[in-house]
């Protein structure tokens, strides 16, 4: 098993440019989590999954949008890049949320904003 | 959700036994405790989980008091490999997810 990926691994881009993060997990997760981690900061959610075809906001989901139109599957799209979405990106999935269930995290994407 | 409250660092030598204390007064009846670790540039782990009293497995324990309003995470003989920020999380998670803190940064010393 891959366990949690993620793609790209590290990406530039220009304000006002485009981009979508892809999550994947072979674990047959029901749930999926983006976060963002800024430099001496915690990790803090910005959208989340409870199934297929389900998505809701976390913490600071302004500026993003995710899909997960497949069970394995969960994108985070920034429409128009600003500077403040510079951070490290986190994708997480657990198996149900039952008692705190266990997230497995891939490695991260770290996406610049110039 | 259970707000935690944990030192913001810690130092350590190798070898040492290291005690990293959780308060949280407003944890619910339904709610468990959960410690993840996160070395620089990767993702976070879990490590161990716990309702009450203690709990222990290969890497860390667990000592929970009968009131549940702290945690405290031990790893014993803590050696270079171990210098990481640890959270601790609070929560039933349900269909609400967890929030993360900002942990605690340990640093092992030689």
């Known amino acids: 098993n891959a366990g949690v990926t993620q793609t790209p691994k590290f990406r530039v881009l220009k304000t006002g440019q485009s981009m979508t993060l892809l999550c994947a997990q072979d674990?047959?997760?029901?749930?999926m989590y983006w976060y963002r981690q800024d430099p001496g900061m915690g990790l803090r959610l910005i959208h989340y999954?409870?199934?297929?075809?389900?998505?809701a906001k976390g913490e600071v989901p302004d500026g993003y949008n995710v899909s997960r139109l497949k069970k394995q599957n969960f994108l985070l799209g920034l429409e128009s890049a600003a500077p403040s979405q510079t951070s490290v990106y986190f994708c997480?999935?657990?198996?149900?949320?039952?008692?705190?269930?266990?997230?497995?995290f891939g490695p991260g994407t770290r996406l610049t904003v110039l | 959700l259970a707000k935690t409250t944990q030192p913001i660092s810690m130092d350590s030598y190798e070898g040492q036994e290291v005690n990293i204390t959780c308060s949280h007064n407003?944890?619910?009846?339904?709610?468990?405790i959960t410690w993840y670790q996160q070395f620089p540039s990767q993702g976070p782990r879990f490590i161990i989980q716990?309702?009450?009293t203690k709990v222990t497995n290969e890497v860390a324990s667990l000592f929970i008091p009968a009131d549940r309003k702290s945690s405290t995470l031990s790893l014993p003989r803590v050696s270079l490999s171990d210098t990481a920020v640890y959270y601790c999380?609070?929560?039933?998670?349900?269909?609400?997810?967890?929030?993360f803190g900002k942990g605690t940064r340990l640093s092992v010393i030689a």
């Open positions: 997480a999935s657990s198996y149900n949320a039952e008692k705190m269930d266990t997230q497995y």
């Open positions: 674990m047959n997760h029901e749930y």
């Open positions: 999954s409870v199934g297929e075809g389900t998505t």
């Open positions: 407003n944890i619910a009846t339904n709610d468990y």
């Open positions: 716990g309702y009450k």
């Open positions: 999380l609070v929560g039933d998670q349900g269909n609400t997810p967890l929030v």
